[in-house]
């Protein structure tokens, strides 16, 4: 990386005896797309001169100014504009007063990343190349700037295929929450969230992260989680509230909820425990309050069987009063 004295291009054509048109190409591109553009130049002074097109990336500052610039065979492909543009390196020689077009094609990389770049397109005037590369590293060759803006056309899209919490949780070490997400968008994803729990009355009684070991979604898969429902002091009807963010460059989010039941088995053991005692206490009450209790001899019939036997009808008892004849 060198950095490139600045001139402004209104003194570098005031020293130099040609101009070049347009100063600036700006596009909007995509990758695979190809754009051609004609830059002109006219010999405006009165001696021959030759030139030396030649294309390096450049930064600009916050002014537009050209601050620095990268040679082109230390960039990367997918983000150098200087390997996308094509054009003529070969030196021409311009009599006075002529007028020579040179033709620009801009061919993107099938996969730019997304982002500004920008490019000079300089032409040096001199007796050989190397003259006209002086006159470049210096700022005192006229170009153009190009410069190409690649939108980030990639789609993150993250589908929650299911939530689901078992309907009643009963032991400590449970797997009760399964939720699945699939990726049908273009870029690899890394889901990130919680699902938080919340009681009858709203009041959060815990968390547990969704994909606390950073698993990667790849584009077209799915891919299932398990999680923990915390129960520990807890009992009874509960909410969970899935909350989930995914993006690299922009994040975007989805969410989802679940009701349940939280019932611990040494709980419910306990509480079962206490009902059988209680109902056991109960029945022996009872017991001891209408069966064990001394009969009352006020209250017993005096029945006198006959001895023979009488007629089916009266049963062989004789239920009248003893001072009648039988």
Not at 191 to 211: A, C, H, L, R, W
Request: glycine share 8%; net charge negative.
């Amino acid at each position: 990386m060198a950095i490139l004295t600045l001139v402004s291009f209104h003194n570098v054509y005031a020293m130099q005896g040609y101009t070049v048109s347009p100063r600036v190409i700006d596009e909007k591109l995509e990758g695979r797309d190809i754009v051609t553009r004609d830059i002109t130049l006219v010999n405006t002074g009165s001696q021959p001169i030759t030139v030396y097109p030649s294309v390096n990336n450049i930064s600009l500052d916050a002014g537009g100014e050209i601050q620095e610039f990268v040679q082109a065979v230390a960039s990367d492909r997918t983000t150098s504009l200087a390997s996308w543009i094509e054009i003529s390196r070969l030196g021409v020689d311009m009599k006075p007063g002529e007028t020579k077009v040179f033709p620009l094609t801009l061919r993107i990389n099938p996969n730019p990343k997304p982002g500004t770049y920008h490019a000079l397109i300089s032409f040096g005037n001199g007796g050989n190349r190397d003259e006209a590369e002086r006159q470049t590293m210096n700022g005192e060759a006229p170009g153009t700037v190009v410069t190409v803006t690649i939108e980030d056309t990639t789609t993150a899209f993250l589908k929650l295929s299911r939530f689901i919490v078992d309907k009643f949780v009963t032991s400590n070490d449970n797997q009760a929450a399964v939720f699945t997400f699939t990726n049908p968008g273009d870029e690899d994803l890394v889901p990130d969230g919680e699902i938080i729990f919340f009681d009858g009355t709203g009041k959060e009684v815990g968390t547990v992260p969704i994909n606390p070991d950073a698993v990667v979604i790849r584009q077209g898969e799915e891919h299932s989680f398990i999680a923990t429902v915390p129960t520990d002091g807890l009992f009874g009807k509960y909410k969970a509230f899935l909350s989930v963010e995914y993006g690299n460059e922009q994040r975007a989010s989805l969410q989802d909820t679940s009701f349940f039941y939280i019932f611990p088995m040494r709980t419910i053991m306990i509480i079962m425990t206490i009902m059988i005692v209680c109902v056991g206490a109960f029945a022996w009450h009872l017991h001891k309050k209408y069966f064990d209790e001394a009969v009352d001899d006020s209250e017993r019939i005096t029945v006198h069987v006959r001895d023979g036997v009488r007629e089916s009808v009266h049963h062989d008892i004789d239920l009248k009063p003893k001072n009648e004849n039988v």
